[in-house]
């Protein structure tokens, strides 16, 4: 066993297929990913600041492993100090802080939704985990846990394009995860330079796909067993169109970097559009 400096970061998005797309590649011989798949040092100066050797402690790999890496979706959150969505960020120039440690060669895995589709799911997420109320709307989460910033992807692809060549930079959408794993598996093993042949999906499953949603009147909830008590918090449909003009120029922005996947979500921007993506 050796240490070794990671070679590949999957920055995020959240919600966007990152744990899919850690544990797919971690099943290559030549692939080493962090266990726990979340390790959230570049994003956060005090852990960073005595601490990088204990954050390579977490890797000690085999002699013939080619790529070395871990998946962070706190990466892909870069600030704007005129967001009117205010959210603690604890290291406001994360690319540049891994291009500092990892140098500017490092590979990046950058994971895309529909950014409505992924704050709501977000939201949900933050439900299960115990940080949202079931009495309380997504209006009352604007400035936590970045369930909005984080989908600002027009401005953290910018940051990342900025700071690393694009050639060292792969996109996945997570609408191709869904409609062709094998395809995005192969266009990974291409990205990382790694033998294509070997066999990687055993089994063709999301991985941490949450509540399955449906539209009830007037908003979304998740569907719940007839036995089940839980208090479920609603996304109403003027939120969605809030949500939508909220992202209506990250949507242009990735529209113009796949015409042919965003068109889908541009033609479907409303309530019950939301929960196809």
């Avoid at 080619?66 to 990466?75: A, L």
């Avoid at 891994?98 to 895309?112: D, E, F, M, P, Q």
């Amino acid at each position: 066993m050796i240490r070794r400096l990671p070679n590949l970061l999957i920055v995020g998005g959240q919600k966007c297929g990152t744990t899919w797309i850690h544990r797919t590649i971690n099943k290559h011989p030549e692939v080493f990913m962090s266990k726990p798949k979340e390790l959230f040092y570049f994003s956060d100066l005090d852990k960073l600041k005595n601490n990088f050797d204990k954050y390579l402690q977490h890797f000690d790999v085999p002699e013939k492993v080619k790529i070395v890496g871990e998946s962070s979706t706190s990466y892909l959150w870069t600030p704007d100090e005129n967001s009117p969505f205010k959210s603690i960020i604890k290291n406001p120039k994360t690319p540049e802080t891994i291009k500092k440690y990892l140098g500017k060669n490092v590979k990046i895995i950058i994971a895309i939704r529909n950014p409505v589709s992924r704050a709501v799911s977000a939201f949900y997420h933050h439900f299960r985990q115990g940080r949202v109320e079931g009495n309380h709307s997504i209006n009352d989460y604007l400035n936590q846990f970045g369930i909005i910033e984080l989908g600002f992807f027009k401005r953290h692809i910018k940051k990342f394009k900025k700071v690393f060549p694009s050639e060292n930079i792969k996109y996945v959408l997570i609408d191709d995860i869904k409609a062709n794993p094998k395809s995005v598996v192969k266009s990974l093993t291409n990205f990382l330079d790694i033998d294509n042949s070997v066999g990687l999906l055993s089994q063709n499953k999301r991985e941490n796909s949450g509540f399955k949603l449906t539209v009830k009147d007037d908003y979304i909830i998740p569907q719940a067993s007839e036995s089940e008590e839980t208090v479920f918090p609603k996304i109403y449909r003027k939120e969605i169109d809030f949500l939508i003009e909220t992202y209506r120029a990250d949507i242009d922005f990735l529209a113009d970097m796949f015409p042919n996947k965003v068109s889908k979500w541009k033609e479907s921007l409303n309530m019950e559009g939301v929960l196809k993506f």
